[in-house]
């Protein structure tokens, strides 16, 4: 399998199980996928264990009584999946994976929220998948007899299994609620900020594989739970469209409308879709007012999503224009002439603005935003981003509340 094709089934398996996933060549990481990064990542004090294993396919399990599940693609080539949810322990565990990892002491409290956010997979639930993933990788029957198993204490294991199995009892009632795109306050504003921009496609990606969070209890019942919780989305979402353009009175009207239709249902999946389809259709309104001469012009548009789905590559006006099928020179012209500054202007707006979400949403150094959002050098970024904020990335880190 070539490298770009592991890569893409990386991305898939972390959308599918909402869960990190990397690739590793000897000690080298190729590729690290999840629905929500964690940097630093948390199997950094792991990897040893797991790249130095000489068994084919195997899981640990950590001091904080997480799982970390892997399979070798190739040889020399490592698959490494995790974490899980934290399981067990009074908080000492977590405290000192944070603090060997040195995550600042005033980001413990995120840190360990989005830790705890991970998938609930149990070990025998990992070794089936590592299994199954083995055996159509080498095309034959791997047998899961055969999954290397690094775990600890055996009382502590069936401790676990208890812990799990009461938890699961206890959440029976409200297991479709939790599914609800559920965030804490940080994960709430993320999702607000897109909405307030006038990013469907941006959220459209994070609805297809939401971390799990949990969220506070506003009813004993699980159908009033989730109603609940569509109604404060549309609160939410109705007043981020407000602050990114949309009439209050169409932002209310749509938010009554909602709430009308949500409470004639009862199917909670059902209650979830149509939460996530509410939020994505405030920030196609206000994408629509954002556009030239607030109209659905089909070729900004279509440039404006290019940029969009690639906000994270190096975006060259040559790839960009063969890919939309234009010349360079015409597509040049003809965005300046519909939205008033220039392509390389525009791309450079697009990129400041995912990179102060970056920037008030997670710990990333200025380097890594830098690469991440293709930009030739740390200092370029810098320069571009404060010609138009006028301030500095550090300066709006700081200014900026969580």
């Known amino acids: 399998m070539d490298p770009d094709t592991l890569t893409a089934w990386c991305q898939s398996l972390a959308k599918a199980y909402s869960i990190g996933v990397r690739l590793y060549r000897e000690a080298k990481l190729l590729a690290y996928c999840s629905v929500y990064p964690l940097h630093p990542d948390p199997a950094g004090p792991y990897l040893p264990r797991i790249l130095d294993c000489g068994a084919e396919v195997g899981i640990i399990t950590t001091p904080a009584y997480q799982f970390y599940g892997f399979l070798t693609a190739e040889p020399g080539l490592r698959v490494i999946f995790g974490p899980t949810r934290a399981l067990r322990g009074d908080g000492r565990e977590l405290d000192g994976l944070m603090a060997l990892l040195a995550v600042p002491p005033e980001e413990w409290t995120g840190y360990a929220q989005a830790l705890r956010g991970a998938p609930m997979i149990s070990v025998h639930r990992m070794a089936w998948l590592l299994c199954s993933l083995t055996t159509a990788l080498q095309g034959r029957p791997f047998p899961v007899e055969q999954v290397w198993l690094d775990t600890r204490a055996e009382d502590v294991q069936q401790s676990v299994h208890a812990d799990h199995a009461r938890q699961r009892v206890e959440e029976a009632d409200d297991s479709d609620a939790r599914q609800m795109v559920q965030q804490s306050y940080a994960w709430e504003q993320l999702i607000t900020s897109y909405i307030e921009g ?59 409308l909602y709430i009308q239709k949500l409470e004639l249902m009862t199917d909670p999946a059902a209650i979830e879709r149509l939460a996530q389809e509410m939020m994505i259709d405030y920030a196609q309104q206000v994408e629509r007012l954002r556009g030239p001469g607030a109209g659905p012009d089909r070729f900004f548009r279509l440039c404006a999503q290019y940029i969009s789905q690639n906000i994270f590559t190096t975006i060259r006006a040559e790839r960009m224009a063969r890919d939309l099928g234009y010349t360079r020179a015409y597509l040049c012209t003809r965005f300046k002439q519909e939205a008033g500054i220039s392509l390389t202007r525009y791309v450079q707006q697009e990129k400041v603005a995912e990179a102060k979400r970056l920037l008030r949403f997670t710990d990333q150094e200025l380097g890594e935003i830098a690469a991440l959002l293709g930009f030739s050098s740390q200092s370029h970024f810098q320069t571009v981003f404060k010609q138009i904020t006028g301030e500095t990335p550090m300066a709006y880190r700081r200014s900026s509340p969580v």
């Open 198 to 256: 006038g990013r469907p496609d941006v959220l459209r990606e994070l609805f297809s594989a939401p971390p799990r969070v949990e969220a506070g209890r506003m009813a004993q019942d699980g159908l009033r739970q989730v109603r609940n919780m569509g109604i404060c989305t549309a609160a939410i979402a109705s007043r981020a469209a407000i602050r990114g353009g949309l009439a209050p009175q169409d932002a209310f009207l749509a938010s009554d």
